[in-house]
Antibody, heavy 117, light 107 residues
Framework: EEQLLESGGGLLQPGGSLRLSCAAS????????MSWVRQAPGKGLEWVSTVTGNSEVTYYADSVKGRSTISRDNSKNTLYLQLNNLRAEDTAIYYC??????????WGRGTLVTVSS | EIVLTQSPATLSLSPGERATLSCRASQSVSSYLAWYQQKPGQAPRLLIY???NRATGIPARFSGSGSGTDFTLTISSLEPEDFAVYYCQQRGDWPLTFGGGTKVEIK
């Protein structure tokens, strides 16, 4: 079964950092671009970042550009998101998603990140 | 950035009725549009991609149409499990963007 499982969320302080992980299974991980999409409580979906299968190219939303890094380890079938200088507006469920021609065809269950003092 | 505007915000219908959801783009995205369904407490699920192609395992009662700036998701006859929030998403240009969502609720 194809599956994505996020981890690394929790309660974090403003100005702090987080590193989210997404473990993939059931498909050839290196063959797909991967993304992070977030959803603030009670709000809609916001694309955050995408990395190509070979890590050659990365894309970022303006809201996180300059303070985030998306990366992957194809030997571990794992996707990562490092987000620094956390703000209250980063509070959201962070979903890992597989990318199929820039659509998101497989989603994890998400991990909740709360930024609060 | 391409802005997607979905309407209506809420659609109140009964099981068996037809649902018509709209997504309008601020500039042409050709046919590069997808639709997702999200139920409470769950991750989104891809329903339609390329404006009109059903994703794997999606029932035939879901159909998509449109191109350029105007798109429609139609649910021909609502089943109880179809009451959810629906989002459109464009892949015509970076950044990838989503619409604000349409909630389909039971009347």
């Amino acid at each position: 079964e194809e599956q994505l499982l996020e981890s690394g969320g929790g309660l974090l302080q403003p100005g702090g950092s987080l590193r989210l992980s997404c473990a993939a299974s059931g498909f050839t991980f290196r063959s797909y671009a991967m993304s992070w999409v977030r959803q603030a409580p009670g709000k809609g979906l916001e694309w955050v970042s995408t990395v190509t299968g070979n890590s050659e190219v990365t894309y970022y939303a303006d809201s996180v550009k300059g303070r985030s890094t998306i990366s992957r380890d194809n030997s571990k079938n794992t996707l990562y998101l490092q987000l620094n200088n956390l703000r209250a507006e980063d509070t959201a469920i962070y979903y890992c998603a597989r990318v199929l021609i820039r659509y998101f065809d497989l989603w994890g269950r998400g991990t909740l990140v709360t930024v609060s003092s | 950035e391409i802005v997607l505007t979905q309407s209506p915000a809420t659609l109140s219908l009964s099981p068996g009725e037809r649902a018509t959801l709209s997504c309008r783009a601020s500039q042409s995205v050709s046919s590069y549009l997808a639709w997702y369904q999200q139920k409470p407490g769950q991750a989104p699920r891809l329903l339609i991609y390329g404006a009109s192609n059903r994703a794997t395992g999606i029932p035939a009662r879901f159909s998509g149409s449109g191109s350029g700036t105007d798109f429609t998701l139609t649910i021909s006859s609502l089943e109880p499990e179809d009451f959810a929030v629906y989002y459109c998403q464009q892949r015509g240009d970076w950044p990838l963007t989503f619409g604000g969502g349409t909630k389909v609720e039971i009347k």
